[in-house]
């Protein structure tokens, strides 16, 4: 995760960016925060193993926001943060953000398994299955990040740890073997992914029959989740088109810095509360139910087949 920019601003300028900043992210996060509490409201969801893998997606945007938030006010206020508490935030961050790919493709898996084998589909998506998948998502995500801290630990002296930085990790993990690790870890990731989201639409398409509108939603909320991959992708050439817009514009290169990695942080996120919390019925309803405190009644998992989307 970059924060905005490694260069001070004006003090208008400052409050300027860190307020859109703190809005938009304000914004987005009580949203997901609505869809979290509608969640853990209603047995309905907490038993739909489909629910668990979204809400899942949705805590993981929460924390990237709410880190991208403290790592950019923090840079404004304090413009270099203690080493060893950078170290913990922007692993959190990062793992988050990686988590993101594998819940998507972990969703399409179960879309595929409803619409292309309905009568084992209950017996294949449990709920205890989802939390097995969201250990592992957990698990892989921080495989992959940990080597570069083991690594830091053995090349670094002691007062590193204790001394203070601009909160980045291409500055505190600075190092081209790390750089070449996370560049494969991340085509890997996104391969498998892919893959994955690619098989699934596919099958879904010539499996199920064209007149289920069960399947034509299936397919739409996979493409969804294809379109979610590719603002997944955006952070991973954010540099490259830093780098790119700033030698066009010179003498914007800290607005340009601060534009995309708002439109890549924070837009992206706005997302996920579409695909289910406008799009599916049985959350939109329980939802208005929340927002507008007409009904805090639980509905029984039983009529969850009659319902669902």
């Known amino acids: 995760m970059n924060v905005t920019t490694t260069n001070r601003d004006s003090l208008a300028i400052a409050i300027t960016k860190n307020a859109i900043t703190v809005i938009l ?9 609505t ?38 006010v923090l840079s404004y206020i304090l413009f270099t943060l203690n080493v060893s508490l950078c170290i913990v935030l922007l692993m959190i961050a990062i793992a988050s953000n990686l988590n993101n790919p594998l819940t998507l493709a972990a969703m399409a898996v179960e879309c ?9 589909h209950p017996q294949i998506c449990t709920v205890k299955k989802a939390y097995i998948v969201i250990a592992l998502i957990w698990a892989l995500s921080s495989l ?44 890997l990731f ?35 989740h294809g379109f979610q991959l590719m603002l997944c992708m955006l952070s991973y050439v954010s540099n490259l088109m830093i780098e790119g817009l700033s030698s066009l514009f010179p003498e914007h ?43 805090n009644t639980n509905i029984h998992p039983e009529i969850n087949q009659k319902r669902q989307s």
């Open 25 to 33: 992210s304000l914004t987005v996060i009580f949203i997901n925060g």
């Open 112 to 120: 595929y398994l409803a619409i292309c084998f309905p009568l084992h």
């Open 144 to 187: 992959t990040i940990i080597p570069d801290l083991f690594v830091i630990l053995a090349i670094k002296p002691t007062e590193f740890f204790n001394s203070r930085m601009f909160c980045m990790w291409a500055a505190i993990f600075a190092n081209p073997h790390l750089d070449m690790k996370r560049d494969v870890s991340n085509i």
């Open 190 to 224: 996104l391969v498998l992914v892919w893959f994955i989201l690619f098989y699934a639409y596919f099958r879904i398409i010539f499996t199920a029959k064209a007149a289920s509108a069960n399947a034509k939603k299936a397919r739409n909320t996979v493409l969804l």
């Open 35 to 72: 869809l979290v509490h509608t969640f853990r409201k209603h047995q309905i969801f907490t038993m739909n193993p489909r629910y668990i893998l979204y809400i899942h997606l949705v805590i993981n945007d929460i924390i990237m926001l709410a880190l991208y938030v403290i790592l950019q």
């Open 253 to 295: 290169g800290k607005l340009i810095r601060y534009i995309i990695s708002v439109l890549i942080q924070i837009l992206p996120r706005l997302i996920s509360p579409v695909i289910y919390g406008l799009r599916d019925k049985m959350f939109r309803e329980h939802m208005k139910k929340y927002l507008f405190c007409t009904s």
